[in-house]
């Protein structure tokens, strides 16, 4: 599938000030910009798997499309939510756990990159990969 293989962060684009809104502090953020971050992302049907590897941590996600499932950021920051399937795009629909303010990720291909775009409170930044 599209989505399918390794994919290193690249570039960020409006992070910093998503990750402030998000309540994120200035050390944290600082950090994240750089954390060196690989998708790995297979796909069987409806069932996707991502491993996440970054300076911080090593983790798998494994998830179905519509089903909701929690799952915790890098900062500790829970949320519940899921992923479903428009066209060639991925869009994750999630609420914060702490406060249930919504959070919209979109995952799509353009060209040789996978743009991962976060929405939250007005603010919206991209993060994007290049395969690997």
Known sequence: MAFDG???????ENYDKFMEQ????????KLAA???LKLTITQEGNKFTVKESSTFRNIEVV???????????????ELNGAWSLDGNKLIGKF???????ELIAVREISGSELIQTYTYEGVE????????
């Open 95 to 101: 609420k914060r756990v702490d406060n249930g303010k």
């Open 34 to 36: 750089h954390d060196n």
């Open 22 to 29: 998000m309540g994120i502090n200035v050390v944290k953020r």
């Open 6 to 12: 390794s994919w290193r962060v690249d570039r960020n």
């Open 63 to 77: 998830f179905e499309l519509g089903v909701n499932f929690t799952y915790s950021l890098a900062d500790g920051t």
């Open 125 to 132: 930044a991209k993060r994007i990969f290049k395969k690997e």
